[in-house]
């Protein structure tokens, strides 16, 4: 019993931590929040890449690159990834077929996703349904302490 809440307290965790992260930059730079919420309203399109994000921007791919990196912290690659990711989980716990999840958020290649699913997460996409569900089942069989 300790143990599914234990994993139900994880995934919480993880969730309000990646819902932080992934909100918009505080930056001051009116060119790194317009990138931002472009790439927050195109992150299911598989081709969105910094090439395109640069041509959308009208500035060269290193500049952008280097000061996407310097208001956000991370990579637009990586801030893109993370963005799919959220929502690829959410999709999941939803109930979404893992290869629905994964095609409808961004992502062409199911390997490489489920890969990079299990680096972020520390389970594969099945794994983590089936703990969501266990950690669900526990909570709703835990009889009332009143």
């Not at 019993?1 to 992934?22: C, E, K, W």
């Not at 930056?27 to 790439?39: D, E, G, M, N």
């Not at 990579?75 to 939803?94: E, V």
């Not at 409808?104 to 099945?126: D, I």
């Amino acid at each position: 019993m300790y143990r599914s809440l234990l994993v139900q307290l994880t995934l919480s965790i993880r969730q309000i931590i990646g819902a932080d992260a992934l909100s918009k930059p505080e930056a001051t730079s009116p060119l790194i929040a317009s990138v931002v919420t472009y790439i927050q309203n195109h992150f299911r399109d598989p081709e969105l890449n910094v090439t395109q994000l640069a041509q959308y921007a009208y500035v060269s791919r290193e500049y952008l690159s280097r000061l996407f990196k310097e208001y956000t912290m991370q990579s637009i690659h990586a801030y893109l990834t993370d963005l799919r990711m959220q929502a690829c989980r959410q999709d999941i716990a939803d109930g979404k077929r893992v290869l629905d999840a994964c095609l409808e958020n961004g992502f062409s290649n199911y390997s490489s996703f489920v890969k990079t699913f299990r680096k972020m997460y520390g389970a594969t996409p099945q794994e983590y349904r089936s703990r969501l569900r266990s950690a669900i089942k526990a909570e709703a069989d835990r009889p009332d302490k009143a």
